[in-house]
Nanobody
Framework: QVQLVESGGGLVQAGGSLRLSCAAS????????WAWYRQALGKQRELVAD???????NYVTSVKGRFTISRDNAKNTMYLQMNSLKPEDTAVYYC?????????????WGQGTQVTVSS
């Protein structure tokens, strides 16, 4: 099992920056992919960025060049650095960790942290 706790959300003006953190505990060694998702009011949850155990990263087109996903294995923590924030980035951001079970995967989710960007 994996437990995830997000932090770092808040209210920021357009053009500002925030850094989200996701602290993990439990079966950390089995995580194969870390990811950030977000869900805006009235919209579907979408993948924002992910990073594999091998260090490969992926971003949704709308955040490329502005957001950076990273991880610190020593601290069992991943981060999402968000720069040049736009009002359309407003959403609840969720930490996700995919754990390899051998025959399949389990997805583990944090409780979410609100990011609000004012214009």
């Amino acid at each position: 099992q994996v437990q995830l706790v997000e932090s770092g959300g808040g209210l920021v003006q357009a053009g500002g920056s925030l850094r989200l953190s996701c602290a993990a505990s439990g079966s950390i060694s089995s995580i194969v992919t870390w990811a950030w998702y977000r869900q805006a009011l009235g919209k579907q949850r979408e993948l924002v960025a992910d990073i594999t155990s091998g260090g490969m990263t992926n971003y949704v087109t709308s955040v490329k060049g502005r957001f950076t996903i990273s991880r610190d294995n020593a601290k069992n923590t991943m981060y999402l650095q968000m720069n040049s924030l736009k009002p359309e980035d407003t959403a609840v951001y969720y930490c996700n960790a995919r754990r390899d079970l051998g025959w399949g995967y389990n997805d583990h989710w944090g409780q979410g942290t609100q990011v609000t960007v004012s214009s």
